[in-house]
C-alpha cells in the first residue's frame, strides 16, 4: 500500500474516532464506537485465553487496533480511477457502517452501543461514510497534488 492510501486510509480512520469522541460526549444518543471497540478487544482476549488489559491500557489498546484496521480499509479508496473515489469512500463507510451494525451482535458485542435506537443506527452510518469521504478527498488532493509537482 503506497503512502497516499495508507494517509487517505488513516484521515478516514482518525475522523471517525473524533466524531465518536465528540458525539459521545455532546451527544446523548450517540454511538459508542469506543465502547465496543472495548468489548471486542477484550472479546478477543478472552477468546485466545489471554487476561485482558484494563483500564487506560484496554482503552488504548482498542483504540490503536480500530485505527490501524480502519485505516487498512479505507485505504482502499486510493485503488482505482481517481474520478470514482468519491464513491468508493462513500461505499466504503457504508459497508464499514453496516457491518458495525450485523457482525458484532453476532458475537454478542456492540447492540447497544451502535443499534440501540434509530438515531444511534444512523449515527453509526453517518460517521463511517463521513470518514470514507474524507478518504477519499485526502485522496484526490493528495493524488493532484502529485500530478502538479511532476
Known sequence: MNRV???SGLVGA?????????????LPGA??????????????????????????????LALLGSLASNSMFYGLVGLGAPKA???R???????????VLTLPPAFGVGKR??????TTKAGTLIWYILGGI?????????????GKSR
Open 5 to 7: 492510501r495508507i494517509g
Open 14 to 26: 482518525t475522523s471517525v474516532a473524533a466524531l465518536n469522541y465528540l458525539a459521545a460526549r455532546y
Open 31 to 60: 454511538p459508542r464506537l469506543d465502547v465496543l471497540g472495548l468489548q471486542l478487544t477484550t472479546a478477543a482476549f478472552k477468546k485466545l485465553g489471554i487476561q485482558p488489559p484494563s483500564g487506560l491500557p484496554a482503552k488504548a
Open 85 to 87: 473515489a468519491w464513491l
Open 89 to 99: 469512500g462513500g461505499a466504503l463507510g457504508l459497508a464499514m457502517g453496516l457491518g
Open 113 to 118: 452501543e451502535t443499534g440501540r435506537t434509530p
Open 134 to 146: 474524507l478518504a477519499a478527498l485526502t485522496f484526490l488532493a493528495s493524488h493532484e497534488h502529485k
